[in-house]
Each structure stands twice: as structure tokens, then as C-alpha cells.
């Protein structure tokens, strides 16, 4: 549903501009503060409103087929790793709050830096194993390593009809 | 218009458009190219960019051979069996056996797996889906791609590949402009991995106006990938092959968490179960190879994804619509009634806008369905995309050219939807696409294939002014008239995107003609789409935003084009519940089971379309 920002709460940051995937939050020239370009182009992706550090962007469902009164609102919190939502709808029946993990490690962590793992061999080169492999295709499991191939698995590739 | 041009040289590994496949390329390239220069070129922002930019909430497909669940083949042959036997399975084997691997670093590196707390194995939702917290999904990839690349550029449009002024048919690099700057961007690269995914809003949409955005794959999904691949001159397969989505209507929420783990269920208007009485004269179509609902429970062989389609769509045209999803059952246990809302939450916020906006709650309310427009991607249960070369231990002569992923233009790769032929390779599968493009790629350098390749000061000019041309459109012919947009030089890119969807919709068999298409009506298509290609020479674009969207739509049009060809080539109805041939309404194998591979001539435009033989995984003596 396309978003909107609220004047009094926009300082012009640009976090939203730097996100949309959409290229349409832009800044207003005059104003100096965001707004929705192109809300024909608006997948209600909610990036920018994870990404506004003053909750200045929220979102209107489309008006062709979403009537108004309802409110769909998130706060996103990489430090304590989640995300909280509260959904209220159009006739105040429902009015709820919805919280999920985002990650279960310390934000950006734990994601290895490739140029410092040992360079691979030539046979790794020569096979058809990825970094990491053959072992995290089955984690050790029954120390079955290895990785499937047409011959391990009994199979050939034929040509023709076959169900 | 003085826009500076930026020359970024040396490139090894270019990664063109960074969504699921670009990330896993631009990782595992690091490993395999300690010293190779790896860039990647994103039209967004690769944190928040493509089909993963809101998240997900079920990883779709991962086997589990270290719980013994599945082994890769079996992947293959579902895939085989829910795309009517079209798959290139050399290509779906390797990503299968491959895709566990990828998954079990996504969780080491934090991604929230849900686990089977009975088991301890990955939470299930069906057999090849594993439920997850994935709000950021996109963000952690994009982290393991930015330690790996040397450089990332955001907000880089790439238009055209560059091509070697040395040698016909190898890649160069690849150009584009910034879209906050406007400048023009050149990178030379030995190598190039597309992955800048599939298309959508090429269909009209059902939404209409500002509701125009709520498309199922996401509105910048702007068949780039094709765009590009094709416009370099590589063959493409099975762009016929397009997809229509069964979903919520207007929010397009996924049903997927709905049938497999709260067991919902379809019905008609009356309540009554549909599909059934629609499969006996659809085996008549099809075959009983393909539909054979007596026997199917005994082998396990879930229905095709087009034949429900084929029972839903036939259902509302009998007038007993609307068919709704029936959640007042599971929506009765507070557990699965959160695990609902927490699936609109991760992947498709807007439905949940929509259920708060209209105030329907699926526990005293069985939300409506609908069929979506169709769209051309290749990663879903759907498999467009460039004809590419397999792994050379499971690949035959005809699907092998050297290089893992590699287009039939030399040197540059393809990843997740960019790839044909590969269905059911969802975001999992898409990164790992990108891992084994990256070490092919690698190893294309390193055996020499990149030698001596030569960019001429020429072809750079000629595609710069080739990109701004819509802006100088513009300038030429604005001062024409008063005001407004109705000018007799020029189209926007908003007037052409619709004049494409009309056209692909009326002509190449959308919603509004019910799916239906025939070769009379793809011909007068066909037609349509050359004036209007001409038309394309004479957009305009005010600013720099709007040239983006001319240079989406360029791209748009090219697949489309695409689809229209192969659309016409392909003399039967190979996916009833993804299109119709009127003319042609049986499944014909005898004729037909073969793949579509069709090959668009860079300097004319001409396109030759060709069949490749299917080759199916068999097992060592099952005939
Ligand atoms: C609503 C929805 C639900 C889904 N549900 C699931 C699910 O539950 N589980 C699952 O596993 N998968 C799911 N998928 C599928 C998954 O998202 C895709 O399979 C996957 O993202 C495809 O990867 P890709 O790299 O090919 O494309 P994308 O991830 O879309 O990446 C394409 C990238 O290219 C960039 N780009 C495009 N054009 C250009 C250009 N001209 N220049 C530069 N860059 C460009 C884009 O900005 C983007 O970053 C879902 C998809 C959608 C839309
Ligand atoms: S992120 Fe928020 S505060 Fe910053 S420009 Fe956007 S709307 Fe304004
Ligand atoms: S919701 Fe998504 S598409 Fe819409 S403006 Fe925000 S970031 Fe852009």
C-alpha cells in the first residue's frame, strides 16, 4: 500500500531514499522533506518505513480497493534482533501486536570474510564442490560427505518421454 | 546534458543486479578469485533490493539429505512433474545437490531456521519448504556479498552488456548510469553473472490505478535479466512458459504457509470442493501421464501448479465464484492463526494492510482468491530464462558448452531468474545459481578464455548516447506544446508500460481474455510489437528517475517480445491454467516434448527458434 510521510515528523535524512527499491521516495525540493514519486510503483515493501529513524513513513492502503482507517505499524531493532508490529483494523475489533526474530547472532557477526579462508586446492578447483562443501551439504551427518552425482545416486540423463 | 563518464576497469567478476543469485555469486566468487576484482553493478540498494526486499518467511526448497528426507532427484522429478516434464534437469539436479549447503551457512550466519522441536530437524511446511523468520533475509545476504566484492554500486541501472570489439559473441563488461547522479558508468569485466531477475508488469495487472504497484513479484522486477541477455544476442528457453499465481485477491498474499501447514482448503462460492470434477476432461487434455487423479494419491504426485489453476479458472467461469480459501478451521488455534498473519508480515505486508483495511479476519471469514496476471520468471513454478550450459559430470553433449551457467554468449553467466529451465530453484536455489556461476566464471579466467579483449572508444560513445537518448528526447520536443504529456513525438514511459500490458494481455493470452491466445491473434501481437518497438525509439524521459523507467520498459519489451515468440512456436497447451492455445488445446507430446530455445539476431532483430531435446533423470534400470 503506498506510503506517505508526515510533515511534522520528516527532517530530511534520506534513509528512505537510500533504500527504496522502487527509486520512489525522493526529497521534496521546496521542502526539503520526503514523499512518495510514484505511489503506482509502491509494493508496500515497508523498507523505508523499517528505515526512517523517526517513524515519519506509514502507509495508506491503496485507495482502489483498501478503504481507509486501518494501520499497519513496525518498529525494526537490529540491536535487540527483532521485529514488532501492530495491526489495527479498519473497525477497531482487532488491534493486535506481532513480534519475530530477525537474526539470531549479533548483527553482521557472523558471516565469514572469504579472502581469509586458505585458497582452495587444485582438486577442489578441479571438482564440482562449492566453499564449504562437501561438508555443509549434510553437516557430518553418518559421515556422509560428499556431494550426489548421477553415478552415486544410480541415475542417467535420457532423452525422450519419460514420467 | 553534461554527464560525467566513470570508467571502472579491470574487472573480473561483474555481478549485474544483486538480488538472491547476485549475492551467492558475488560471496562465493572471493573464494574462488582470491585476487580477482569482483564488483557488483545493483539498480537499488542491495540491503533492500529485488524479490527478497520485504523478506520471506519459508526458504522453499531444500532437501534435507543430512536428515535423510530427500535426495536431489527426487527435486528433480517433482519439478519435472509440476511443470509438465519441461525442466532442464541437469541444471535442477546440480542446484539441488548443491542448495543444502547454502541454507546451512544462511543460518549460521543468523538467519532464523525454525526447528522441529520434537525432531530437532528444520520445521517443515511441506516437503521441500522450511519455515523461517526472514524479515532479514535480504540484509544478511547482502552482508555476506559486501565482505566478499571490492566494490558495490548501488543505484546503478546496467542497460546493455559491453561486448569484445576482439572476438564475436564474448562478453566485455557492461554498462549503465546512476540513477541519483546521472552518470554514465562503464565497467570492464572479463566476466559478467546476471542476476537481475524476472519480470512482472508486463501482463496488465488486475489492480488499477494508484493500486497499480500490487503486483505479486515485485513491481521492479523489470526483466532486466532477459533485457539484457537477450539484447546481447543469447538464446533464451521456454520464455512461454509464464506464470499465474493462485493467491488472496487484491493483496496477492502467498497461500503456500496456508495449504501446507495450516491445511487450508479451496471452495467454491456454495461451499462445495471444485477441482475434482474439473480433472477427468482435464486428463483428456493433458494425458494421463500428466493428471491421473485415481492414481495419483497412490504415487504421491502432487497435482501440477497449472492444473489447479486450469480447475479454479473453470470453476468462476461455471459463475461459481468467488473460490475462497477456507481458514475459519485453522484460524480457531491461536498458534496457527499468528503463524497467518506472521506469513503476511515476512513476505507480503500489503495483505495484511488490506485484512486490517477491510476488516476481514480469516478466523470468522474465509478470505476470497483470485488468478493473478501471468508473469515471466524463472525461479518460482515457472522456468524462463537463458539457455545455459550444466555441470560437466551430469550434463549431455547438447546442454554442455564448458562452463557451469554459462549463456550461450561467451563469458557471461546467468543466476536465479536470469537461468531457463530451472523451476522450483526459489531464493535458496537462486544463491546457489549464483555460487556455481561464480566458480565457473572464475575458472573461465583462470583457463585463459579471457584474453585479449578489446573495447573500442566507439561502442562506449555509441551506447552512451544510446542511454540518454529518451532525455534528449525530451528537451527536442517538450517546448512543443503547453503542458501536460500528450505529445505527437514522444510516448512516457508510463503511456508505453501501458500499451504493452493492453498488448500482452489482449494478444498473448492475460487475464482479461481468460488465459486464451491463438496463432492468429499472437501474429497480429507480433505486428503490434514492431511499431511499437518503434515507438520505444521515441520515448521521453524528464529526469533521471523516468529514464530508469525507460530503460525498465526497453528491457520489459524485449521479454516480452520474447515471450510472444515462443509463445507462437510452442503449437499446443503444454500448461493449461498458464495459457491457452486456442488453436492447438491438447498437450502434445508427441510433437512437442521438447525444449524452446530461441535466438535473437543483435543487428537485425530477427529471432530463429529452434527445439532442444528434454532429457530426463532416470533411474539405473527403470525405463
Ligand atoms: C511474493 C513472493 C514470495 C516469495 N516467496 C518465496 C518463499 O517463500 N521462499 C522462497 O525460497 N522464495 C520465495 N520467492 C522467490 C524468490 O524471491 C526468488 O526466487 C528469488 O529472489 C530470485 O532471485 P534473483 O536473484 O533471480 O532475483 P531478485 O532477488 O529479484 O534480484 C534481482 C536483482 O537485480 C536487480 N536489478 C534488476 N534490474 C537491474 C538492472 N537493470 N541493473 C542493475 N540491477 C538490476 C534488482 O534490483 C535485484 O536486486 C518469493 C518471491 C515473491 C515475489
Ligand atoms: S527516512 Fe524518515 S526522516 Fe528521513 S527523509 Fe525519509 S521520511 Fe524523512
Ligand atoms: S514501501 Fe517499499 S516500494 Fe513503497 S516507498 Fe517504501 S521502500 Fe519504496
Redesign the interface.
Known amino acids: 500500500m503506498p506510503t506517505f510521510v508526515y510533515m511534522t515528523r520528516c527532517d530530511g535524512c534520506g534513509q528512505c531514499v537510500d533504500i527504496c527499491p522502487s527509486d520512489i521516495m525522493h526529497i521534496d525540493k521546496t521542502l526539503r522533506r520526503a514523499y512518495n514519486i510514484e505511489p503506482n510503483m509502491c509494493w508496500e515493501c515497508y523498507s523505508c518505513v523499517k528505515a526512517c529513524p523517526h517513524n515519519a513513513i506509514d502507509v495508506r492502503g491503496y485507495a482502489d480497493f483498501a478503504p481507509l482507517g486501518h494501520s499497519v505499524r513496525v518498529n525494526r531493532d537490529e540491536e535487540k534482533g527483532t521485529i514488532a508490529w501492530r495491526i489495527k483494523f479498519r473497525n477497531g475489533k482487532k488491534d493486535f501486536d506481532l513480534l519475530a526474530p530477525i537474526t539470531t547472532k549479533p548483527w553482521g557477526t557472523a558471516i565469514p570474510q572469504l579472502a581469509n579462508e586458505s585458497a582452495p586446492s587444485q582438486e577442489m578447483r578441479d571438482s564440482h564442490l562449492l566453499f564449504n562443501e562437501p561438508k555443509y551439504i549434510q553437516l557430518d551427518k553418518d559421515g556422509k560427505d560428499s556431494l550426489h552425482t548421477l553415478k552415486s545416486n544410480g541415475l542417467t540423463l535420457k532423452a525422450g518421454v519419460y514420467y | 546534458m553534461a554527464y560525467k563518464t566513470i570508467i571502472e576497469d579491470d574487472i573480473d567478476v561483474l555481478i549485474a543486479g544483486a538480488g538472491l543469485g547476485g549475492t551467492g555469486a558475488a560471496?562465493?566468487a572471493?573464494?574462488?578469485g582470491?585476487d580477482k576484482k569482483i564488483v557488483i553493478a545493483e539498480?537499488?540498494?542491495i540491503?533492500?533490493?529485488?524479490a527478497v526486499?520485504?523478506g520471506l518467511y519459508a526458504i522453499n526448497c531444500y532437501m534435507g539429505?543430512?536428515?535423510g528426507e530427500n535426495?536431489?532427484?527426487d527435486h528433480v522429478r517433482y519439478a519435472?512433474?509440476d511443470l509438465m516434464?519441461m525442466v532442464r534437469?541437469?541444471l535442477a539436479?546440480?542446484m539441488a545437490?548443491?542448495v543444502?549447503?547454502a541454507v546451512?551457512?544462511f543460518?549460521?550466519?543468523?538467519?532464523?531456521i525454525m526447528r522441529d522441536t520434537k525432531t530437532g530437524t528444520y520445521l517443515r511446511e511441506g516437503r521441500w519448504q522450511i519455515m523461517i523468520?526472514g524479515?532479514?533475509y535480504k540484509p544478511?545476504v547482502a552482508?555476506?556479498a559486501k565482505?566478499?566484492a571490492d566494490k558495490v554500486f548501488n543505484?546503478i541501472c546496467v542497460t546493455h552488456m559491453l561486448m569484445d570489439d576482439a572476438k564475436e559473441n564474448r562478453v566485455a563488461g557492461a554498462v549503465g548510469f546512476n540513477?541519483r547522479t546521472g552518470n554514465y558508468h562503464v565497467f570492464k569485466a572479463k566476466t559478467v553473472i546476471v542476476g537481475a531477475g524476472g519480470a512482472s508488469n508486463i501482463f496488465k495487472p488486475r489492480?488499477?490505478?494508484?493500486?497499480?504497484?500490487?503486483?505479486w513479484y515485485?513491481?521492479?522486477s523489470s526483466g532486466s535479466a532477459y533485457g539484457l541477455m537477450i539484447d546481447a544476442g543469447a538464446k533464451m528457453t521456454q520464455m512461454e512458459n509464464r506464470i499465474v499465481l493462485a493467491r488472496f485477491k487484491?493483496g496477492y498474499g502467498p497461500v503456500g504457509a496456508y495449504f501446507l501447514h495450516l491445511k487450508t482448503y479451496t471452495q467454491n462460492c456454495n461451499g462445495e470442493e471444485y477441482e475434482s470434477k474439473w480433472f477427468p476432461a482435464l486428463t483428456e487434455m493433458v494425458g494421463k501421464?500428466?493428471l491421473d487423479t485415481e492414481n495419483q494419491h497412490l504415487s504421491h504426485k502432487p497435482i501440477p501448479t497449472c492444473l489447479r489453476n486450469h480447475a479454479f479458472i473453470n470453476e468462476v467461469n461455471a459463475g461459481r465464484g468467488p473460490i475462497h480459501m477456507v481458514t475459519m478451521e485453522a484460524f480457531q488455534d491461536p498458534h496457527l492463526e499468528?503463524i497467518g498473519?506472521?506469513n503476511f508480515?515476512?513476505m507480503t505486508?500489503?495483505q495484511?494492510?488490506?485484512w486490517?483495511?477491510?476488516?476481514v479476519?480469516p478466523k470468522y471469514e474465509n478470505p476470497e482468491l483470485t488468478t493473478s496476471e501471468p508473469y515471466v520468471m524463472g525461479s518460482h513454478a515457472t522456468g524462463c530464462g537463458a539457455w545455459c550450459s550444466g555441470?560437466?559430470?551430469?550434463?549431455?553433449d547438447e546442454y554442455f558448452w564448458g562452463y557451469n551457467r554459462m549463456t550461450t554468449v561467451e563469458g557471461m553467466f546467468g543466476a536465479g531468474d536470469a537461468v531457463g529451465g530451472t523451476p522450483h530453484a526459489f531464493s535458496s536455489g537462486s544463491f546457489t545459481e549464483g555460487?556455481?556461476a561464480a566458480?565457473a566464471a572464475c575458472?573461465y579466467i583462470?583457463d585463459g578464455k579471457a584474453e585479449g579483449i578489446r573495447v573500442s572508444d566507439q561502442q562506449i560513445a555509441d551506447l552512451k548516447a544510446k542511454i540518454y537518448k529518451p532525455m534528449e528526447t525530451y528537451t527536442v520536443y517538450r517546448n512543443e506544446i503547453v503542458a501536460g504529456d500528450v505529445n505527437p513525438n514522444y510516448i512516457n514511459p508510463r503511456q508505453g508500460l501501458d500499451r504493452l500490458q493492453k498488448l500482452m494481455d489482449e494478444y498473448c493470452a492475460g487475464f482479461g481474455v481468460n488465459y486464451m491466445t491463438n496463432d492468429k491473434l499472437l501474429k497480429i501481437g507480433l505486428k503490434k510489437m514492431g511499431v511499437f518497438g518503434e515507438d520505444l525509439e521515441n520515448i521521453a524521459a524528464q529526469d533521471i528517475?523516468e529514464l530508469?523507467r525507460a530503460w525498465e520498459l526497453k528491457h520489459r519489451f524485449l521479454t516480452s517480445e520474447a515471450v510472444f515468440q515462443h509463445t507462437l512456436f510452442r503449437k499446443e497447451t503444454r500448461w493449461p491454467g498458464y495459457y491457452y492455445r486456442g488453436d492447438a488445446m491438447k498437450l502434445d507430446?508427441e510433437n512437442w516434448?521438447v525444449l524452446t530455445v530461441s535466438h535473437r539476431d543483435r543487428n537485425t532483430g530477427e529471432y530463429t527458434m529452434m527445439k532442444a531435446?528434454?532429457?530426463?533423470?532416470?533411474?539405473?534400470?527403470e525405463?
Request: with cysteine.
Open positions: 560471496f562465493e572471493r573464494y574462488w582470491k539498480k537499488a540498494n540491503d533492500r533490493s529485488g526486499a520485504q539429505t543430512r536428515w535426495n536431489p532427484e519435472r512433474m516434464g534437469e541437469d539436479f546440480d545437490r548443491h543444502d549447503s546451512h551457512q543460518e549460521e550466519w543468523g538467519l532464523p523468520h524479515e532479514s544478511i552482508e555476506a565482505k566478499s543505484r540513477v489492480s488499477v490505478g494508484e493500486g497499480a504497484g500490487r503486483v515485485a513491481p521492479w487484491d501421464e500428466y499468528e498473519w506472521h508480515l515476512g505486508i500489503g495484511a494492510v488490506l486490517a483495511s477491510t476488516d479476519d555441470p560437466e559430470d551430469v550434463s549431455p555460487r556455481l566458480k575458472k583462470d528517475h530508469l507430446d516434448h531435446p528434454c532429457y530426463h533423470l532416470v533411474s539405473d534400470g525405463e
